[in-house]
């Protein structure tokens, strides 16, 4: 059972760690003093006084610590479960609020996983009137693809038909519904429409698959080949054109094959080549060619063309880019697509202007150098020492062949990969070093993807976020994807083969069930999807996709029973699927995407197709750790006014009245849970939140917060024991009102407040105060009444509360005045800590007070000051009440 997409966890627990520490430092010096003191009173009982001493030590560890960070959290889970993001790991919510970087898978993530077969590149393309021979090829539509390009398209893949639907990998899915191949239950194609057109039956058999492998970048097919003049077995071969180029003859190469790569790749287009070679020479027989080597099988190859894709980018992978940036992140792309292709989208999507500005790191005449992706024109020779300067000017991109290249020549290059931008033709393995390289660095990085080939990266991430695929073409532009389709001009058809004598005649193929096309069923969906968004369901698109893979699979069921009925042909499908199970078997070690891996990988998995869910929960994150940060520092303050109550205090006998605890209480208790349920702002702030308790301009300020609230109490006490000479402790003696209680109670409440007040973040990373009103009116409910009662303007109140009068008007304004200071001190010391230490922070958080901000505290104040004036009894009516409360019976 996986209980972690990590095996090491890196969580917050040393900063609580720590600070619980801190204070249990305190409490053991403060219970030490209790003890000294109570042993010089010989009539005091030595158990009560142990007694008091844990109390006081197990007091200053705050009991309500978990509960209050766990509530943070739990409110940013469900939040982001309304989002329709899940999270197995809600540990790492307040870790997303770290996140500085942002790497993002482009197939599927940046872009939609739906892909369209743009066109093909003939192995004998002719160049554009008036070009060179080495001039980049035109693309062709893929209806008119040579032979060999046909061949190697029909038969190199991993598709199967289950229920008459070609299920399997986007791309070969695109490349056979493009040239209208139909592929039984039983694993053959059948060129449909080149039969029609040739007046052909050719028949292509798969025998034996090398599935794709990451490190080889390319798949194989030994395939049985009819209907043709060279009739037999065929090895059909498909791959990058870094790894075909390898593989083909001698002389076999075209001398426009890079131009015309490069050329397509600029254009955005994910590029394959393709290669083939006959064995019908070969003295081998079936069994022997099976038997060959995957080494053997994909050598000495013919070149049979170019095949292009594209891949639509999602409407708003744009926008959330920009917005990443806003908020200070740094956005990268790492895909194991080639580098032009992925310069091309990260254009698309902002994360460069344009080409001129974008330097490729390769090899030009064996050594390395920063190549411009516009002109191949070398910029500047590779050395770590000027990456920081180009960095600054350029958007920097790297292969995994150069950046392994780079380290091998400098190891620092490591140190200063956080300045790449694009990270491309990366296999599973160099993304996850990628990211360790950069958490190294001490870099917090959140990772996106959707495939298989994330897995790696996704675990190795600090906040990995897995998107489900499957959502064809929604969230993408339709325009884009019709141009796709329909401007591909054939700028001059390659010849069409001559006839070759027919052969015996092949089988005919069974006629496939009829298919809506792709219109039809993106007009069902977006229908389905309006009327379940218009009776408020969650998860909207995910739902109607799901039900439309139900409807068709059942349909499929349905008409595949009336074909097949009973018998052999009724268990083709079973048969064509424990085939292709078989296969896999052999190549477990190459496994390519599985649906599902991403998600159990990563920690987050959002059920969106859009990247959307990044930000989301960047800014739930945020929210959760600026919450954490603030509970640890009231809560500190809170265990360290207690601690000195617990001590000094009781020593000196002073309680508190039932009201007055009630009161307080109930106010303290609402502030409390609504502090833990705050909201984040809708936009990401340009300045990122402290990570760490420890951070000067928060721990300097719990102490210098501390001290102020010490002074302020020794003070008030010491003065009130010199208005009341004769008053003496009474450690077990019932609550008596007293003016050493009332000022105690006045400034312990005070300070209460001032501790919220001054420690609550609010923006630029969650809603300010005035925006949370039962924060705002509990706090201010308990604050107003605190002033109202220092100034005696209302003496009924006074007396609710079990307050005793002032001596004079002089002892009450001092009072008056040392509250003031408390709370005024208190935030001029934490804007000072934070203006030294955190400036940018300080300047967002004024930058976003706004007037309204000042009339919503303003009306606060005199809401609260008009009830307690109306709901306040005369000095008579609360007399009255008192004696009818007395005579009542409990």
């Not at 003093?33 to 042993?39: E, F, I, P, R």
């Not at 090398?210 to 060279?230: C, P, R, T, Y």
């Not at 891949?311 to 697509?337: N, Y």
């Not at 990456?387 to 950046?403: H, M």
Request: glycine share 6%.
């Amino acid at each position: 059972m996986m209980q972690y997409s990590s095996e090491h966890v890196r969580s917050d627990s040393w900063d609580a760690f720590f600070l619980v520490s801190f204070l249990m430092l305190f409490a053991v010096s403060t219970s030490s003093y209790v003890l000294k003191k109570g042993l010089e009173n010989k009539d005091r009982s030595n158990f009560e006084l142990l007694l008091h001493c844990t109390m006081i030590i197990t007091n200053v560890v705050p009991p309500e610590l978990p509960m209050q960070t766990a509530l943070a959290v739990n409110t940013a889970l469900m939040a982001l479960m309304q989002l329709h993001i899940f999270c197995t790991e809600p540990f790492r919510i307040p870790t997303a609020g770290k996140i500085d970087v942002c790497l993002f898978d482009k197939t599927g993530t940046i872009t939609a996983d739906h892909l369209n077969a743009v066109g093909i590149v003939g192995p004998k393309a002719k160049p554009s009137p008036g070009a060179s021979h080495s001039s980049p090829r035109p693309l062709q539509p893929m209806l008119q693809a040579p032979l060999p390009t046909l061949l190697v398209l029909g038969g190199c893949h991993s598709l199967v038909s289950i229920n008459g639907k070609v299920v399997g990998d986007p791309v070969e899915e695109a490349a056979v519904t493009s040239l209208e191949i139909f592929v039984t239950a039983k694993g053959k194609a059948y060129p449909r429409k080149w039969n029609e057109m040739n007046q052909n039956q050719i028949e292509i058999e798969a025998i034996h698959r090398n599935h794709f492998a990451s490190k080889l970048q390319l798949m194989s097919v030994l395939a049985k080949v009819e209907g043709i003049e060279d009739s037999g077995i065929w090895s059909l071969v498909k791959g990058s054109p870094e790894a075909i180029s390898k593989l083909l003859r001698d002389k076999e190469t075209p001398e426009w094959y890079w131009n015309t790569y490069k050329d397509l790749t600029r254009r955005g287009m994910r590029v394959l080549a393709l290669g083939y070679k006959e064995f019908q020479d070969s003295k081998l027989s079936l069994h022997e060619i099976v038997k060959l080597p995957r080494s053997k099988i994909e050598s000495d190859l013919k070149f049979a063309g170019f095949v292009a894709f594209r891949c639509p980018v999602r409407k708003d992978s744009k926008a959330i880019v920009q917005e990443l940036k806003r908020g200070s992140h740094k956005v990268q792309m790492i895909t194991g697509d080639a580098t032009l292709t992925a310069t091309f989208v990260a254009q698309e999507v902002g994360m460069a202007t344009n080409a001129s500005k974008i330097l490729i790191l390769q090899e030009n005449n064996n050594q390395l150098c920063w190549l411009s992706a516009s002109d191949d024109s070398q910029v500047a020779l590779f050395n770590t020492d000027k990456i920081d300067e180009l960095a600054k000017e350029y958007c920097l991109c790297v292969s995994g062949y150069s950046l392994q290249e780079a380290i091998k020549k400098d190891k620092n290059f490591t140190k200063y990969i956080d300045r790449i931008s694009i990270f491309a033709r990366m296999t599973p393995e160099q993304k996850e070093t990628v990211i360790s390289y950069m958490k190294e660095m001490k870099h917090f990085c959140l990772m996106c993807g959707d495939g298989a080939n994330d897995v790696g990266a996704l675990k190795q991430s600090h906040v990995g976020v897995a998107l489900l695929s499957g959502f064809g073409a929604l969230n993408v532009d339709k325009k884009a994807i019709q141009q796709d389709l329909s401007t591909n001009p054939p700028d001059e058809p390659s010849p069409s083969p001559a006839p070759t004598p027919a052969p015996a005649p092949a089988p005919a193929p069974v006629p496939a069930p009829p298919r809506l096309t792709r219109e039809e069923i993106q007009a069902r969906l977006e229908r389905d999807i309006n009327e379940r968004t218009a009776r408020g369901e969650s998860c909207p698109s995910f739902r109607a996709f799901i039900a439309h893979i139900k409807n068709e699979s059942a349909e499929a069921r349905r008409i595949a029973q009336q074909r097949q009925g009973q018998g052999i042909a009724g268990h083709a499908q079973r048969v064509a699927l424990d085939k292709y199970l078989q296969d896999m078997d052999t190549n477990m070690g190459d496994i390519s995407v599985k649906l599902g891996d991403a998600s159990v990988a990563a920690p987050f998995t959002a059920k969106t197709p859009s990247i959307e869910a990044t930000v989301d929960i960047i800014r739930q994150g945020r929210c959760a750790l600026v919450t954490t940060l603030q509970m640890y520092q009231i809560l500190a303050l809170n265990c360290l006014i207690s601690a000195y109550s617990l001590s000094v205090l009781y020593l000196d006998g002073i309680k508190y009245g039932d009201h007055q605890m009630m009161a307080s209480g109930v106010l303290m208790t609402i502030s409390f849970l609504t502090l833990s349920r705050a909201t984040p702002l809708k936009e990401l702030s340009p300045v990122r939140p402290l990570t760490t308790i420890f951070h000067p301009a928060l721990f300097l300020s719990l102490l210098g917060q501390f001290c102020v609230h010490l002074g302020c109490m020794v003070y008030v006490t010491s003065l009130t024991k010199q208005y009341t000479p004769e008053w003496s402790p009474n450690l077990y003696g019932q609550f008596k009102p007293s003016l050493l209680n009332t000022v105690v109670f006045l400034t312990s409440t005070v300070q209460s407040v001032s501790v919220f007040v001054v420690n609550y973040k609010g923006r630029p990373f969650m809603v300010g105060m005035p925006d949370n009103p039962y924060l705002l009116y509990s706090l201010g409910a308990c604050l107003v009444g605190v002033f109202l009662a220092a100034t005696e303007q209302i003496p009924t109140f006074n007396k609710i509360l079990q307050l005793v009068p002032f001596p004079n008007a002089e002892f009450g304004m001092i009072i008056f005045q040392v509250l003031l200071f408390n709370i005024g001190m208190t935030l001029l010391w934490d804007f000072l800590m934070v203006g030294c230490f955190a400036r940018n922070i300080l300047k967002e958080n004024l930058k976003s007070f706004k007037t309204e901000d000042a009339k919503k505290m303003l009306k606060m104040v005199l809401v609260l000051v008009t009830l307690i004036w109306l709901f306040t009894p005369s000095e008579e009516d609360y007399e009255k009440l008192k004696v009818d409360f007395a005579s009542l019976e409990f």
